[in-house]
């Protein structure tokens, strides 16, 4: 799969930056072109004469090139590349990824790529345990780049964990499987539903619930990936939308309706995993509901099931996939919503599953078919999920 391809190595500072050289290895060994950007303090740890000679290229860390008296140009690095693969990625370029920061050429050209991005963290324990860790690896994701997962094991300080980068074999590994050209959905329109919805009582307070939009933002990822034509219908998230799906953000449940309603006839795969409010305030009021001495009881309505509503109106040939998140008696009421609204598939999550449901960048789920088979899971980040689901709908369409 790398034979001819150009692959750009980012190499930061960590100390499995010496790693960086049996891939380099690796990568020239299958056949590909590299070569590779090393950030300042990346030469702390691997030498620019050690991976030029491995890659017979020039290793690029500055601007100003030295020797010829030109520049080093970020986008024309950008621009050659087939794949750029950042491996070892230390939490500082990490977090100055994600913000946009471009301090160095290393930055600079990430900033400019456009050619899908791979990166492999590599940092201690503890570092790799913060919050604030985590959240920049699931941003990254989130925007459309592949996380070569760091390994447990002996960490560089002693200690025993999280944190490795992952062996240059496994590496090349999982970029060949990933480089395979999956056009398995090309051609198929694609509908997805992501985030939750609120509900407004006045225009201060709304009822809603801790979806994310994760879920469906990494199945619309996974689906554009795949060459389908992806629409998302989202409730207010914070997370970005890549440029290849087209995103159309609503408010309400009714505003969701709507929106997922005007899609549905033409598309072909359906997949429901919005957190949908069944209810909504009977009143809006106008203005703030003001504080009065006695309690105070809210009426509310039923809102429209978009997923049953599609169940009905089915045509021949839709794919059509709802989500369950239960608490309690997972399978029988996911099988229940399953028949009543006319599914092809349910995607079962319960919030009895440490790591699944809400918020979380990982998911525990059972696939249930209306044929009865059923498929479950073990705990995944929620990219690998989207992809165990849509390879599941492809099977079956093909
Ligand atoms: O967004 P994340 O933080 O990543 O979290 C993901 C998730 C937990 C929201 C997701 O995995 C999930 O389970 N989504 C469905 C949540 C839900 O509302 O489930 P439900 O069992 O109440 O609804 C069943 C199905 O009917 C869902 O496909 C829902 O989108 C749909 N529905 C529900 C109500 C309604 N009025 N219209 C609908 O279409």
Redesign the pocket.
């Known amino acids: 799969m790398l034979h001819n391809k150009k692959v750009l190595l980012g190499v930061t500072a960590s100390i499995a930056a010496y790693k960086a050289t049996y891939l380099v290895r690796l990568f020239i060994k299958a056949g590909a072109e590299v070569r590779v950007i090393l950030t300042e303090s990346a030469k702390d740890f691997v030498t620019p004469l050690t991976l030029s000679t491995l890659s017979k290229n020039p290793v690029y860390s500055e601007y100003f090139n030295g020797k010829t008296g030109g520049w080093n140009s970020h986008v024309e690095l950008a621009e050659w590349a087939d794949i750029f693969v950042i491996a070892p990625l230390s939490a500082n370029t990490m977090a100055k990824m994600v913000q946009g920061i471009c301090d160095n050429l290393l930055l600079a050209t990430y900033l400019s790529a456009r050619c899908p991005v791979f990166f492999a963290p590599a940092m201690d324990l503890e570092m790799y345990q913060k919050p604030i860790v985590q959240e920049n690896i699931e941003s990254l994701q989130m925007m459309g780049h592949i996380l070569i997962p760091a390994g447990s094991g002996e960490l560089a300080s002693g200690l025993e964990g999280e944190g490795r980068m992952e062996e240059p074999e496994n590496i090349i590994k999982q970029i060949e499987q990933y480089s395979i050209p999956d056009n398995s959905l090309k051609g198929k329109k694609i509908l997805i ?4 919805t609120r509900e407004y009582l006045d225009p201060v307070r709304y009822i809603s ?10 199945l619309a990822i996974e689906a554009s990936r795949r060459g389908g034509e992806v629409t998302l219908v989202h409730g207010p ?1 914070k997370l970005k939308t890549p440029p290849s799906v087209k995103a159309h953000p609503v408010v309400s ?1 009714d505003e ?2 709507e929106a ?1 309603m005007k899609y549905f006839p033409e598309s072909d795969v359906i997949v ?7 209810y909504k305030p009977a009143q809006l009021a106008v203005s703030k509901i003001k504080k009065s001495d006695s309690d105070f009881s809210l009426a509310l309505v ?9 169940g009905e109106s089915k045509k021949e040939g839709q794919y059509l ?6 608490t309690e008696n997972e399978r029988e ?2 099988n229940k ?1 399953l028949v009543s ?1 006319k599914l092809d598939m ?2 079962l ?1 319960s919030l009895k599953d440490e790591g ?5 960048s990982t ?1 525990k ?1 059972t696939l249930i078919k209306r044929s009865g088979a059923m498929l479950e899971l073990p705990l995944k980040s ?1 990219s690998e999920v989207a992809r165990d689901i849509l390879n599941d709908i492809c099977r079956t369409l093909i």
């Open positions: 539903s992501a985030g939750p619930n801790h979806s994310s939009g994760k879920m469906g933002v990494s998230i449940a969701m309706f997922c429901m995993s919005a957190a949908v409010a069944d039923k809102n429209r099931d978009i997923l049953k509503t599609m996939v709802g989500f369950a998140l239960e009421n996911a919503k609204k349910i995607v999550n699944a449901g809400f918020d979380h998911n789920v929620k």
